[in-house]
Every structure is written in structure tokens, then in C-alpha cells.
């Protein structure tokens, strides 16, 4: 069982920065994948970035150069490190956990986070 409490979603001017935070509480496994979602009104949920327990990272191609994934193992805390933002990026932030333990998998959403680009 884990639970994720994300924040630092808000209202940011174009071109400006922003963090987003997702801490990870529970049973948390050795081997697992993190990431952020978003979801615009009337689009698809896409996916953001992604960071695994080995330290891997994933980028969707409209974020790279800008938007940068951390952790925080002793934390247990993954990071969303948004620069240059644009009105484009607009929407909810979802943090996610996702492992697969004895052949069973599990998938874990915050609540979800509102980033609105906007002057």
C-alpha cells in the first residue's frame, strides 16, 4: 500500500519556474517506476518524465531541455523541476508509483496537482 502526497502546483507566467513534489509513503519495493503525468482538458493523459529506482530517466520530447526529474531516497520524495515554462503546459500534474511484485502488478496516483502557464 503507498500513498503519494504531491504539491507546489500553482500559477506561473510564461517563461517561468516551477517544482512540483510527490512524496511516497507505505510499502515501498526495491524496484519500481516513478513519474509525472499531465492531463489537459479534452486531451490525453501523457506522460512527463519518468525516473526508475536504478536512477533511469524517460522525457517526453516536449519537455526535454526544460524540465528536469530528481529523487530524494531518504525522502522517499521524487521532484519535477519545470524552467521556461510555456502556456502549452498547462494542466494537471499526476504523480505515479508503479511496481510489479510476484508477478502482480501495482499502480499508485496522487491526487493530482494544478499547473496553469499563464500572463
Known amino acids: 500500500q503507498v500513498q503519494l502526497v504531491e504539491s507546489g502546483g500553482g500559477l506561473v507566467q510564461p517563461g517561468g519556474s516551477l517544482r512540483l513534489s510527490c512524496a511516497a509513503s507505505?510499502?515501498?519495493?526495491?524496484?519500481?517506476?516513478m513519474g509525472w503525468y499531465r492531463q489537459a482538458p479534452g486531451k490525453q493523459r501523457e506522460m512527463v518524465a519518468r525516473i526508475t529506482s536504478g536512477g533511469t530517466t524517460n522525457y517526453a520530447d516536449s519537455v526535454k531541455g526544460r524540465f528536469t526529474i530528481s529523487r530524494d531516497n531518504a525522502k522517499n520524495t521524487v521532484y519535477l523541476q519545470m524552467n521556461s515554462l510555456k502556456p502549452e503546459d498547462t494542466a494537471v500534474y499526476f504523480c505515479?508509483?508503479?511496481?510489479?511484485?510476484?508477478?502482480?502488478?501495482?499502480?499508485?496516483w496522487g491526487q493530482g496537482t494544478q499547473v496553469t502557464v499563464s500572463s
Open positions: 507505505g510499502s515501498i519495493g526495491t524496484i519500481y517506476v
Open positions: 505515479n508509483y508503479w511496481a510489479t511484485r510476484l508477478l502482480k502488478e501495482y499502480d499508485y
